[in-house]
């Protein structure tokens, strides 16, 4: 069937079905066991894709799932396989399932629904995707919402995901000290094995195009959701935004969503391409007749990942947080950057020593993401270490500080490990990460790589004391003033 057919079909309002003739198998990750092999078959030939007129729905649905399916790239049959989920599900008025989808080499822009057995074409146009990912974000939020009105929205962003590091700014990003390219590209994760892509020049967020070679930076995330809820939910926040992509899960990425979203669902680790479960927590909220709570929603799509994933997978990781108490963590961690700034004009050895055993000790999620927790964990027995040894000197000039620095840092983790408690609201993990807490945040190992200038310039890096405590250290740990533009740090009186 031609395009000009389709479009005809389109004009004189006609509905008929699509059948591919040919089955495409999907191919998992090279070390799933042939148990995801057998799960991810995806008999195209049964699927049917119905040319329907776009009609306002009548019903007020209670939730509505717009999936930002940006297929441009590997990934484009790992969105088959979720498209074949999806259709597992019963058709309710209770729950709407949209997708708007981009297809590798395609000038449409596809827009569906998805219904037990069948997906409909209910408004594809012909204009190309990857173009100014921002805009249409929100192109296909305001076709959802008012097309589809429901009292819950849920915007999942489907594709390869960059984390909260924003590369590519940088003279030299992140390689190692003394590596060779080839030595740094050996090292990199195939981006064909999971929803993880390797970026460099200041390409770090999610909804890659192929061929436009365009993306959505965080802080263009962070714009769109914040005109949503602005312009086309009245001032409401989104109630859940889902990142089915990896390293997403990173604090400073929902910290950016505090003002526009309730939650967001990610995952801290790289993502298998097959990526969310959503016939699983789908199928339970249809069930339901979409009556449950978005944060009830986000805990079922957790939990569908964790079953999906752990009989086949030691190194998933999936969380949702409440990007409310995002402030709360971020007065946190401005505490303790500072105190550890403060310890560092007292004593220089001992607060590079506290921040470089903290780094050789806290449980790395990915490359230069460490668990947030694990790091206040470790942070928070060093000054209890350093002060049982210090203690004894109190009554010497200059200890008297130096000990004053480490119960600040002891007061000011403890509170940290409190809001981390309040932000995240469900964590599941494999057994690779034992203990993570579902949240992630940037920290380079500073024996190794430089904190990179972009993400010192983010959106997060400007208002935060973190990445300046980041910078101060490169500055020792590395040559790096010639690396990083940052003004002079002035510890607190």
């Known amino acids: 069937m031609n395009f000009l057919s389709i479009l005809l079909s389109i004009f004189l309002g006609l509905s008929y079905v699509v059948n591919p003739s040919q089955s495409i198998e999907i191919q998992p990750e090279p ?39 940006e297929g441009d790239n590997n990934l484009h049959s790992m969105g ?16 709407n399932i949209l997708v708007q989808r981009h297809k590798p080499n395609s000038n449409l822009t596809l827009r569906y629904k998805v219904e037990q057995g069948r997906i409909l074409d209910v408004g594809s146009i012909n204009k190309p995707l990857g173009v100014n990912p921002e805009q249409e974000v929100f192109d296909a939020a305001e076709w959802a919402i008012r097309t589809y009105p429901s009292k819950h929205f849920i915007l999942d962003l489907w594709n390869h995901g960059g984390g909260a590091e924003e590369r ?49 930076s965080n802080e263009a995330m962070s714009r769109v ?17 889902g990142c089915d992509a990896c390293l997403m899960q990173g604090f400073e990425i929902g910290w950016g969503l505090k003002n526009s979203a309730d939650f967001l669902v990610a995952s801290t680790n790289t993502e298998p391409g097959q990526g969310w479960s959503y016939d699983d927590f789908l199928g339970e909220l249809v069930a339901k007749r979409g009556l449950m709570t978005p944060e009830l929603v986000c805990h079922k799509s957790v939990e569908a990942y964790a079953n999906f994933y752990t009989p086949i997978a ?43 055993t903290a780094c050789t000790q806290t449980m790395y999620i990915h490359e ?8 206040a964990e470790e942070v928070s027995a060093l000054a209890s270490k350093y002060y049982s040894t210090y203690i004894k000197y109190s009554s010497q000039s200059g200890y008297r500080e130096i000990i004053n620095c480490l119960i600040n840092v002891t007061r000011d983790v403890a509170d940290l490990k409190n809001a981390i408690k309040n932000y995240v609201g469900c964590s599941r993990a494999g057994s690779a990460f034992p203990g993570t807490c579902g949240v992630s945040i940037y920290l380079p190992r500073f ?39 940052v003004p002079e740090y002035k510890p607190a009186a």
């Open 31 to 69: 070390h799933k066991n042939e148990e995801m092999l057998n799960r991810t078959k995806v008999p195209l030939s049964e699927e049917k894709i119905e040319l329907a007129m776009a009609t306002k729905a009548t019903i007020l649905a209670e939730y509505t799932l717009l999936v930002i399916m």
């Open 168 to 216: 590519g700014k940088s003279k030299n990003w992140l390689l190692p000290a003394g590596a060779s390219e080839v030595e740094e590209a050996s090292r990199k994760i195939d981006a064909s094995q999971s929803k993880d892509i390797v970026l460099p020049e200041d390409q770090k967020g999610i909804l890659y195009s192929d061929t436009t070679g365009k993306f959505l």
């Open 447 to 485: 024996t190794h790589y430089y904190p990179t200038s972009s993400y010192i310039t983010s959106l997060f890096g400007r208002n935060s004391m973190w990445s300046k405590m980041l910078t101060m250290f490169c500055y020792e740990t590395r040559d790096a003033r010639d690396f990083l533009d």
């Open 314 to 356: 030691k190194d998933y990781t999936q969380s949702y947080v409440r990007t409310s108490q995002a402030g709360s963590v971020l007065d946190c961690l401005n505490k303790i950057s500072i105190d550890i700034l403060n310890l560092k004009s007292y004593s220089r050895d001992i607060a590079h020593s506290m921040l470089t």
């Open 225 to 241: 959701c914040s005109r949503i809820s602005r312009e086309l939910l009245g001032g409401r926040k989104i109630d859940i935004v």
């Open 368 to 375: 230069n993401y460490a668990d947030l927790q694990s790091f």
């Open 80 to 95: 088959d396989f979720n498209l074949q989920q999806m259709m597992k599900i019963p058709t309710s008025t209770s729950v």
